[in-house]
C-alpha cells in the first residue's frame, strides 16, 4: 500500500521546536520532489518548503525563512521539516505531498499527499 504519514506534530510553546517526518511505504522517494504545505484554521493550505529529488530547496512562505529548514534522508525513505523558533501563526495541519523530480510553485501539481500533522503552537 502507497503511503506518506506525518509524524512529529504536537503542541509546542511560542520560540520552540519541532521536527516534522514525512515517511514513504510502498514506493521509494529518491526519484520524488517532496513538498510540506499547512493549512491553518479558516485559512487556504500553503506551501512552506520542498526539496527535489537532487536536493534542491524550493522555499514557498517567506515568513518560515531562518526558521524552517527541510531535509531528505533516501536511505530512510523519509524527508523532515526542521521548525525552530515557533510563532503561534505557525499553528496548522502540516502536509507532505510529492511529485516527480522537481518542486513546483503549483500546489495542485502534487497528486499524492498525507493525512497530515497537527502543530500547535501556544502559551
Known amino acids: 500500500q502507497l503511503q506518506l504519514v506525518e509524524s512529529g506534530g504536537g503542541l509546542v510553546q511560542p520560540g520552540g521546536s519541532l521536527r516534522l517526518s514525512c515517511a514513504a511505504s510502498?514506493?521509494?522517494?529518491?526519484?520524488?520532489?517532496i513538498g510540506w504545505f499547512r493549512r491553518a484554521p479558516g485559512k487556504e493550505r500553503e506551501g512552506v518548503l520542498c526539496?527535489?529529488?537532487?536536493?534542491?530547496?524550493?522555499n514557498y512562505a517567506d515568513s518560515v525563512k531562518g526558521r524552517f529548514t527541510i531535509a531528505r534522508d533516501n536511505a530512510k525513505n523519509t524527508v523532515y521539516l526542521q521548525m525552530i523558533n515557533l510563532k503561534p501563526e505557525d499553528t496548522a495541519v502540516y502536509y507532505c505531498?510529492?511529485?516527480?523530480?522537481?518542486?513546483?510553485?503549483?500546489?495542485?501539481?502534487?497528486?499524492?499527499w498525507g493525512q497530515g500533522t497537527q502543530v500547535t503552537v501556544s502559551s
Open positions: 510502498g514506493f521509494t522517494l529518491d526519484n520524488y520532489a
Open positions: 505531498a510529492v511529485r516527480g523530480y522537481v518542486c513546483s510553485n503549483y500546489v495542485h501539481d502534487f497528486g499524492f
Open positions: 526539496i527535489s529529488s537532487s536536493g534542491r530547496n524550493t
